[in-house]
């Protein structure tokens, strides 16, 4: 059977991969340390769950409209004022099959052939690929690690072109952590006002933010920004929900019918039961939420003094998700038992197979000097897994 050329072109999200290649070695019996994880490791709080159960017991297992059911969409409304500043009408939001899905709707609906969508690297992986399954040619722009891996108004500036569609903001970020602050939203939103170029906000860590940091909504900061904004945002990181599937979007009223309509003829509605918890996790207690965001701090700060203390590793100080994203480039080049290091692949690689420590290289977020660690896991595996990778880059010569 042939392929469609859209089909050919997919490169399989690299962090699943690895993450699903560790745990088939955990399942093997394998004592592997597993840094790759995109998942908080905290369960789904009890209410949440309870939740859950009430509205299989009420019979709330049928369709619902496709954006999301009333109630759960007057919560995230709710939830937008009152925590970002934002006013939307329930009819503007559009509740899908997590904010994966609700990114793919958005780069479907505003994306065509010919389009520029201006994508800051180091980026998540999923990005590059919904633009180009979108028709689109995404324009990749590094940014630096002396710079907190953030975008400057200087390098958004020299990036648009009269192609210039959309541009992607994902605050805080995956890899890197980086949480952009009101005033550097602001010099970049000065750019864009006024230019009909559409931002794609990407919230999912928004709760997950340290060191007295403020998450900032880049459309918060005008009206003119907010026309042009579609806020994405979810319940799998803030809520350890990963495997109920919710997230959602918040934009203009005909880009939200849009993601709707596009939703209509693919998943519907997202499942009904995982709706019905989420206005809880919305309107719910707040104490697991804090008791998790604790943790985290705590393992980020133990994580990076570890790391720091590895020679030839440097990382700077992440504001916020659950990832360290150091550099290793003093190892390019070195070798490992005669084998040469060209990249953070090959050192994953050889972490992988001779140390049992599982990360993700940064050629899948666009920068191979690099790799992700993720402290989602416990004190005891980072520092177990720490001595391994400090261990084994003592043998690289
Ligand atoms: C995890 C993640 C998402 C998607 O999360 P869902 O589970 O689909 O809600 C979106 N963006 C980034 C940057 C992520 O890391």
């Known amino acids: ?32 340390i597993n840094f790759g994880v995109g998942e908080p490791d905290f369960d789904t709080p009890d209410n949440i769950k309870q939740a859950a159960i009430e509205a299989i017991k009420k ?25 970002n500043g934002l006013d939307y009408q329930p009819s503007q939001i559009v509740v899908s099959a997590g904010a994966k899905h609700s990114l793919y709707n958005a ?8 389009d520029e969508v201006i994508l800051p690297a180091p980026y998540w992986v999923s990005y590059l690929e919904q633009i180009k399954l979108a028709g ?30 959309i541009i992607v903001i994902n605050s805080p970020s995956n890899p890197t952590g980086a949480v952009y602050t009101r005033s550097e939203l602001k010099a970049l939103g000065e750019i864009l006002e006024g230019r ?12 997950l933010i340290y060191d007295g940091l403020e998450h900032v909504s880049i459309a918060s900061l005008s009206p003119g920004l907010k026309e042009h904004t579609v806020v994405i945002n979810g319940l799998s990181k803030s809520h350890a929900m ?37 206005v809880e996790a919305l309107q719910g207690a707040r104490e697991p939420l804090r008791e998790m965001v604790r943790e985290f701090n705590r393992r980020r700060d133990y994580m990076l003094e570890r790391v720091n203390a590895v020679p030839g590793l440097s ?6 998700a659950f990832y360290l994203f150091p550099d290793m480039s003093p190892y390019i080049g070195k070798l490992y038992n005669g ?16 140390a049992r420590v599982a990360l993700v290289p940064g050629v899948a977020f666009g920068d191979d000097h690099c790799f992700r660690l993720s402290y989602a896991t416990s004190m005891e595996k980072i520092s177990e897994g720490m001595n391994r990778i400090e261990k084994l880059l003592a043998q690289i010569k």
Not at 140 to 162: C, N, Q, Y
């Open 59 to 83: 019979g709330m297992t049928k369709y619902t409209p496709v954006p999301g059911t009333d109630k759960l969409r007057a919560a995230i409304a709710m939830k937008l004022k009152e925590e």
């Open 242 to 278: 990963t495997g109920w599937r919710i997230g959602y979007a918040a934009a203009a009223s005909p880009v939200a019918k849009a993601m709707a309509d596009l939703q209509s003829h693919s998943t519907s509605n997202p499942n009904s039961i995982a709706q019905a918890a989420s």
């Open 136 to 165: 689109a040619s995404p324009v990749i722009v590094s940014t630096r690690a002396s710079e907190g891996f953030k975008l400057t108004p200087g390098d958004l500036e020299a990036a648009i072109t009269g192609k210039t569609r």
């Open 1 to 32: 059977m042939r392929l469609a050329e859209r089909a050919i072109g997919i490169s399989p999200s690299p962090t699943l991969s690895i993450d699903s290649k560790a745990k088939k070695m955990m399942a093997e019996g394998l004592d592997v």
């Open 107 to 114: 780069f479907q609906v505003l994306c065509q052939e010919g």
């Open 339 to 354: 084998k040469k290091i060209v990249g953070a692949s090959d050192l994953a690689a050889v972490l992988l197979e001779e």
């Open 196 to 207: 009909s170029i559409a931002i794609i906000s990407d919230e999912i860590y928004e709760k």
């Open 315 to 320: 990382c700077s100080k992440p504001g916020g």
